[in-house]
């Protein structure tokens, strides 16, 4: 099965700096790469997502990057806010599509 | 509220009991999807149907785990003879037709097994 290795596992930023998360993945027949947010106690909600066919996709202050070649992509926050602090995870369809791989997970912290 | 609903929100129950949980996905979504999270880890796939159709299973998903969609809407997980490494999370989701687009998660039923 698909192997989505993810890092770092805990991030502490100070409010208004970036943060980066990344994460590989093994199997080159993934297609789709979403993003998900989970605080506490609440469901896993997607930020941003990103398929194959292009290299990167911006969406206000979050940005994610592809190298398929490499096989991995990132997460990118630019002006981190208290509100961004979270688990966030990776994830990558399966070569059937019928299922997601998660990574570990990310808990940031963004320092006010 | 027009999302993934799961009920119960939380269970706990004794090892050895069966319990069962329900999804109602979101209603023009014909895949769902049954996760199981833990502390600290991402969630794990357990199942998948595609309308009343279970096309895949996880090997996590031991005998004792049953998933049914009998009308292609919501669906059930029953665990029979629960046992403490079954407390954990179990997150529902659902999405539209193709493998690439967005999963809407439930809240989740939290269990523990004492």
């Known amino acids: 099965g698909e192997n989505v290795e993810q890092h770092p596992s805990t991030l502490s930023v100070q409010e208004g700096d970036s943060a980066v998360i990344k994460c590989t993945y093994s199997?080159?027949?993934?297609?789709?790469f979403p993003w998900y947010k989970q605080e506490l106690g609440k469901r896993p909600q997607l930020i941003i997502d990103?398929?194959?066919?292009?290299g990167e996709k911006k969406d206000q202050r979050i940005a994610v990057t592809l190298n398929k070649t490499a096989k991995h992509f990132s997460l990118h926050i630019t002006e981190t806010q208290p509100e961004d602090s979270a688990v966030y995870f990776c994830a990558t369809n399966s070569n059937t599509g019928n299922q997601f791989y998660f990574g570990t997970g990310t808990s940031l912290t963004v320092i006010p | 509220d027009t999302g993934v609903s799961q009920d119960p929100r939380h269970k706990i129950t004794k090892r050895g009991q069966n319990v069962t949980f329900r999804c109602d996905p979101i209603s023009e979504h014909n895949r769902l999807y049954w996760y199981r999270q833990t502390l600290g880890q991402g969630p794990e796939f357990l199942t998948y149907f595609q309308n009343e159709a279970q096309l895949e299973k996880s090997r996590l998903l031991s005998d004792r785990f049953s998933a049914e969609r009998p009308k292609g809407s919501f669906s059930t997980l029953e665990i029979q003879r629960t046992e403490q490494g079954d407390s954990a999370m179990y997150l529902c989701?659902?999405?539209?037709?193709?493998?690439?687009?967005?999963?809407?998660f439930g809240q989740g039923t939290r269990l523990t097994v004492v």
């Open positions: 199997d080159s027949a993934s297609n789709y």
């Open positions: 990103i398929r194959s066919n292009v």
């Open positions: 989701a659902s999405s539209q037709t193709a493998g690439n687009t967005e999963a809407f």
